[in-house]
Nanobody
Framework: QVQLVESGGGLVQAGGSLRLSCASS????????MGWFRQAPGKEREFVAR????????YYADSVKGRFTIDRDNAKNTVYLQMNSLKPEDTAVYYCAAARVGFYSDLANEYDYWGQGTQVTVSS
């Protein structure tokens, strides 16, 4: 049973923008914080951004702060990641994840639903 489906990845030149979407079929979507993570080739998965259940609070990794924006639409069961001023080092597979109920964290092991990932490639 598919729970999270990402879309919107692709190839973009440095300085460009992409908007990732993550559609959820989790019934408890609005009760969960949501996060975006990424994994570059040969590297560990890393936290990118998270958003609270209501969307009133967001938190970002230092590497993307000021360039990326996370938001959500609970009526559509969807979370987004707007990525501006993209850099080659942003190249990775991007994953959305749903946090365990009651958690709001940067730690991957506190998320219990994961999407399949979408590739983002930034050319120099």
């Amino acid at each position: 049973q598919v729970q999270l489906v990402e879309s919107g990845g692709g190839l973009v030149q440095a300085g460009g923008s992409l908007r990732l979407s993550c559609a959820s079929s989790i019934r408890t979507f609005s009760t969960r914080a949501m996060g975006w993570f990424r994994q570059a080739p040969g590297k560990e998965r890393e936290f990118v951004a998270r958003i609270s259940r209501s969307g009133s609070s967001q938190y970002y990794a230092d590497s993307v702060k000021g360039r990326f924006t996370i938001d959500r639409d609970n009526a559509k069961n969807t979370v987004y990641l707007q990525m501006n001023s993209l850099k080659p080092e942003d190249t990775a597979v991007y994953y959305c994840a749903a946090a365990r109920v009651g958690f709001y964290s940067d730690l991957a092991n506190e998320y219990d639903y994961w999407g399949q990932g979408t590739q983002v490639t930034v050319s120099s």
